[in-house]
């Protein structure tokens, strides 16, 4: 089902997901690709964690889980 009167169609962008300033939007497929924008736009994350989340969570290996845990601070480093 589709409107006759939607004139969008020039602005659609053919990705699993897109972000632009503050609007970042995604397709049914694109919901990994997604949160990792979010997060990123957040700053949760420093680049190097993001990048290991992002590989493991869209690979599942075990290698990408490991260099994951190599960029998060030590519960020492912690400050109190």
């Not at 897109?18 to 609007?23: E, F, G, K, R, W």
């Not at 990408?64 to 519960?75: D, V």
Request: a negative charge.
């Amino acid at each position: 089902m589709f409107s006759t009167r939607y004139k969008g169609q020039s602005f659609y962008i053919d990705k699993p997901s897109v972000a632009d300033s503050n609007l970042i939007t995604a397709s049914c497929t694109g919901a990994l690709l997604w949160a990792k924008q979010i997060i990123d736009h957040l700053g949760v994350f420093q680049a190097d964690t993001l990048e290991a989340w992002y590989e493991y969570f869209s690979t599942g290996k075990p290698e990408h889980f490991f260099a994951l845990m190599q960029t998060l601070p030590s519960s020492n480093s912690v400050p109190q």
